[in-house]
């Protein structure tokens, strides 16, 4: 099983999570932010994880998808640190007696949606995507549901107590390397 497998996985995990939690949708409903813009991450996240099966295995026969897929992980990165950052500002306001939030980090939040947006949009308009083929395990239902998708098993914990860094990533991929190479 490939690295990027394991990683690529369980961290879309984590993000379709994070977007699922009920603290991320608060904190955009209290700021009165724009709720769509959680609806076309989650979509751009659904597309990539539907084609992310195929271009994992086309990145040993082709260094373009190699390239492609270190971009995509980059992003998710990306994704993860403003879900935290926003996940983080909603239990800092749950916290604070008054609510003291310049309204300049608020709309921060959203242009760096707008950006993450951005981003994916570009990936996915990339011309080696085309190649690649849409994983049979993956369906989406119209709307922000999503009826099956592959889910790799993973240690990771989803709840929305948990904040999820850098170490975890990096021990799971210690031991995917450890166990790829035991069996080579």
Not at 119 to 133: A, P
Request: charged letters at 35%; hydrophobic letters at 40%; one cysteine or more.
């Amino acid at each position: 099983m490939p690295v990027l497998e394991t990683l690529g996985g369980a961290l879309l995990q984590v993000l379709f999570d994070k977007l699922d939690s009920r603290r991320i949708l608060d904190y955009f409903r209290q700021r009165d932010l724009d709720e769509k813009l959680l609806k076309k991450l989650k979509r751009k996240l659904m597309d990539i994880n539907a084609v992310i099966d195929d271009a994992e295995q086309k990145q040993f026969t082709n260094s373009l998808v190699k390239e492609w897929l270190d971009e995509v992980r980059d992003i998710l990165y990306d994704a993860e640190d403003l879900l935290e950052l926003i996940h983080y500002a909603y239990s800092k306001t749950k916290l604070e007696a008054e609510f003291q939030t310049s309204s300049s980090k608020v709309h921060s939040f959203e242009s760096k949606i707008i950006a993450l947006l951005d981003d994916l949009e570009s990936l996915l308009n990339q011309r080696i995507v085309r190649d690649f083929k849409i994983s049979s395990t993956v369906r989406s239902e119209l709307g922000n549901k999503v009826s099956e998708k592959k889910v790799e098993s993973t240690s990771l914990v989803a709840e929305d107590d948990v904040i999820y860094g850098r170490d975890e990533d990096k021990e799971m991929i210690i031991s995917c390397l450890l166990y790829t190479s035991q069996n080579f």
